[in-house]
């Protein structure tokens, strides 16, 4: 028995037989995928791989967002200050006005001469912002105590700390309201400036 000789057999389609070589393969691949695939659960499947694919946000635009609000919340807070320094000052030429009087020397007066100091104190360290949370309620408790010692001095002589200095501000600051009202604002607002801080932060500095 001889063996064929290559060469006898005639030409040879190589890229033919390569081709059915691979349409069978793939046949046999695409006739078990059909069989296991059911279209329901592969449209559903599809539908939560994309949903799990959403891209993170870019870093660099959660790092602008984030300056973003750093610069809203600064701006805000200085305008709050701001805003807190003018009711001081406003409050401190209410005291000014009735030290001044042109009235003879009254009861308690030199208690709202001594709350002075301790407000344009107050005043100084906001607007530096230097002062602690601690610090601005002690000054604040320092005013109230000497208004209220005024207050308690007047009364002794018929009269009380509102009537008194509202008689001799001789209505030049009668748009701020009373002494009392003013000191309740006043301390209301300067401790909106501290909200979210501990009692030894100050304020941060502006950016």
């Not at 870093?59 to 320094?85: F, K």
């Not at 018929?158 to 701020?176: E, K």
């Amino acid at each position: 028995m001889t063996t064929p000789n290559p060469d006898n057999l005639g030409p040879r389609d190589y890229d033919a037989e390569l081709d059915a070589i691979l349409e069978s393969g793939m046949a046999g691949i695409l006739a078990k995928l059909q069989a296991r695939l059911e279209p329901q659960a592969a449209l559903a499947d599809l539908q939560n791989r994309v949903r799990g694919q959403v891209p993170p946000p870019n870093q660099s635009d959660q790092q602008a967002s984030s300056a973003a609000d750093e610069a809203d919340t600064s701006r805000a807070t200085s305008q709050a200050l701001q805003a807190v320094c003018d009711r001081i000052d406003a409050f401190d030429f209410y005291l000014r006005t009735v030290l001044r009087s042109p009235d003879d020397f009254f009861a308690g007066a030199a208690f709202i001469a001594n709350a002075r100091p301790a407000l344009l104190q107050l005043r100084s360290g906001l607007a530096n912002r230097s002062l602690t949370k601690s610090q601005a309620q002690r000054i604040l408790d320092e005013i109230q105590q000497n208004l209220d010692q005024a207050d308690r001095v007047m009364r002794q002589q018929g009269s009380d700390l509102d009537a008194a200095l509202r008689d001799r501000a001789r209505g030049q600051t009668a748009s701020n309201g009373t002494a009392s009202a003013q000191m309740h604002s006043l301390h209301t607002h300067v401790m909106r400036l501290f909200e979210g801080s501990g009692h030894h932060a100050a304020l941060q500095p502006s950016r």
